[in-house]
Nanobody, 129 residues
């Protein structure tokens, strides 16, 4: 069974920083494309950042220069470091991973470029002025 478990959310004042974590269970994150999304009340879910399986990284224009996506393969964990936070960054943040293609040694592995089929439960980020 695959699980993505986010942590690191919280409340911070504008200008502050937070670092979100997304731990993978049953899925070898190093083989998978992954992303961070967010959803604010009344808004649709929006893409914040992606890290493709080939290492290509992209960011939404609204977070470029402030957010950094990274991965620790040894910990099987994806991160989103958020600096210079703004009130408009307030949202529930979700990590997502590509659907696994095959199973080996207790993990699903990805083949690259599949749709995001696994989602975490979300972690709340609240930025106050």
């Amino acid at each position: 069974q695959v699980q993505l478990v986010e942590s690191g959310g919280g409340s911070v004042q504008a200008g502050g920083s937070l670092k979100l974590s997304c731990a993978g269970y049953g899925l070898m994150l190093s083989s998978c494309g992954m992303g961070w999304y967010r959803q604010a009340p009344g808004n649709e879910r929006e893409l914040v950042s992606t890290r493709r399986s080939d290492g290509t990284i992209s960011y939404a224009d609204s977070v470029k220069g402030r957010f950094t996506i990274s991965r620790d393969n040894a910990k099987n964990t994806l991160y989103l470091e958020m600096n210079s936070l703004k009130t408009e960054d307030t949202a529930v943040y979700y990590c997502a991973a590509e659907t696994g293609a095959y199973y080996s040694g207790g993990y699903y592995f990805c083949m690259g470029d599949a749709d995001f089929g696994y989602w975490g439960q979300g972690t709340q980020v609240t930025v106050s002025s």
